[in-house]
């Protein structure tokens, strides 16, 4: 199986994996699998990635983001509505402005999902790194 091929695979056993008993679903794990999905779509886009990247340490206004990365208003109001319904950015309004900031809250749905494969790859990386100072030393 292809790297891409092995990837979608294991996605859909993830999925698979979401589906209990009798074909029923537990909505609880459905709507953290749908918050999943939608944080991955959304981080998906490189603009989109950007603009966070843009908000990251201060609120910003949509005219700042779109002079700042080169973008029209209209695209960045786009990718930011997006970024919104995937709660990535939060906005609020200052004045006539409304201003945007990251969510930290939202990143931590992508965060929290990548934290699962961490003890098992430092794991195998301390047998590894055990393993060949063990062979080192003899």
Partial sequence: MEPAAADVHCFHLYKQSLVLGW???????????????RTFQALADPHRRAILSSVRNQ??????????LGLSQQIVSHHLKV??????????????RHLFAVRVEGLAVGKGFFDDFWPERLSALKRAAESSAGSSDG
Avoid: M, Q, W
């Fill in 83 to 96: 970024l919104h319904a995937a709660g990535l950015v939060t906005g609020s309004r200052s004045g006539t």
């Fill in 23 to 37: 074909g029923r679903e537990v909505p609880e794990v459905n709507e953290a699998a749908a918050a999943l999905d």
């Fill in 59 to 68: 609120r910003c206004a949509v005219g700042e983001i779109a002079a700042a």
